[in-house]
């Protein structure tokens, strides 16, 4: 469930992508397999595209619980905070853009593993993708702006 409180009326939300980077986080899921979960995104950025679930840190939120949160909310998988471990970051620009606005949207992502696999048959959507798939490699545009931490 949204707290609402946290989120930015859309019209700031806007301003804030014309004029900074925004900070998220991008969650790598693995099936025993060793293949990754990515998701079919229904919006831009990266509309119809497969992506690692993630999204927006909300203020005053840790990034560790903003993965417990965007896992639960995007693929209906339940984990705790010590079940994510930091690995690198990801700078990006993305056009089209959030909103389709005339500039890119520019993020600046933690990226975050799961140290437990999971079974994908238990995931479930939320009205923001429209498919999952398992993949035994990311996306190219994700590894191309990915930055591991030793």
Known sequence: MKNTEKYIEESLYKKFIELMPILTIDLLIKNKNNEYLLIKRK??????????????VLKGEMSTTSAVRKCLEETGLKTKTSN???????????Y?????????THTM??????????????VVLDDQSSDFISSSTL????????????
């Open 96 to 104: 089209p853009s959030h909103f389709n606005l005339q500039f890119p």
């Open 139 to 150: 996306p190219p545009k994700f590894i191309n702006y990915f930055t591991k931490i030793s």
């Open 109 to 122: 992502s933690t990226v975050f593993e799961c140290n437990i696999l999971f079974d994908f048959k238990d």
């Open 84 to 94: 994510w471990n930091l690995i690198g970051i990801m700078e990006n620009n993305f």
């Open 43 to 56: 919006n831009n950025p990266l509309k119809n595209h497969f992506w690692t679930p993630g999204g927006r």
